[in-house]
Nanobody, 126 residues
Framework: QVQLVESGGGLVQAGGSLRLSCAAS??????????MGWFRQAPGKEREFVAA????????YYADSVKGRFTISRDNVKNTVYLQMNSLKAEDTAVYYC?????????????????WGQGTQVTVSS
């Protein structure tokens, strides 16, 4: 079983920055973490895609709403994926979830990911 543990959430003022981390463990084969992504869910809304990255880091996708402000990266030695969030807006407020899958192709839909973290709250005050 794959475990994903997010950290780094918190309360920040609009225009500020946060860096989320997600550490993966539980499987000896790192193919389970081939594709890793970040999603978010605001109260009363569906979970939505934020960013995803493949194993090599060569393929990265972002939601239009975060392009130019968020950066996803990964450290395969540490089995950790990061989400650097800059120029935060009130509408970025949500619970942020890390996800992992053994897809070799980067995917952006919730249903495509097999493994999920417990989520970390990000609150941006205006």
């Amino acid at each position: 079983q794959v475990q994903l543990v997010e950290s780094g959430g918190g309360l920040v003022q609009a225009g500020g920055s946060l860096r989320l981390s997600c550490a993966a463990s539980g499987r000896a084969s790192t193919s389970y973490y081939s594709t890793m992504g970040w999603f978010r869910q605001a109260p009363g809304k569906e979970r939505e895609f934020v960013a995803a990255i493949d194993w090599s880091g060569a393929t990265i996708y972002y939601a239009d709403s975060v392009k130019g402000r968020f950066t996803i990266s990964r450290d395969n030695v540490k089995n950790t994926v990061y989400l650097q969030m800059n120029s935060l807006k009130a509408e970025d407020t949500a619970v942020y979830y890390c996800a992992a899958d053994n897809n070799l192709v980067v995917v952006t839909t919730v249903s495509s990911y097999d493994y999920w973290g417990q989520g970390t709250q990000v609150t941006v005050s205006s």
